[in-house]
């Protein structure tokens, strides 16, 4: 089972991640969505195309455009769609 944890708290947790670059994309429905806040952030990946961002919130305390995924990805990527990855401090082990 991965997880992902930040501030004490999972925000998600799967059997079923998808690796792409090092990162463990979760599948929509096994992330804590209470525990997302959306951003306005958006970037520019070549191959998988534009990927969204979201706050992590914990107790109130926010981790900004800790978690991304991308809603429409280039073919290239289209496992990923809808899943979420995360970084700057989140755990994921």
């Not at 970037?43 to 914990?58: D, E, F, N, R, S």
């Not at 305390?61 to 990527?77: F, G, M, R, T």
Request: charged share 20%; net charge neutral.
């Amino acid at each position: 089972m991965t997880k992902a944890v930040w501030n004490g708290a999972t925000i998600a947790q799967s059997e079923a991640t998808v690796m792409v670059e090092r990162n463990h994309y979760f599948p929509p429905g096994t992330v804590d969505r209470a525990r997302l806040k959306p951003s306005t952030t958006t970037t520019i990946c070549p191959w998988k195309g534009t990927a969204h961002y979201y706050h992590v919130v914990v107790d109130g305390i926010e981790n900004p455009d800790a978690a991304w995924y991308y809603p429409e990805p280039k073919p290239a990527a289209a496992e990923i769609r809808d899943h979420v990855a995360f970084w700057k401090g989140v755990a994921v082990s």
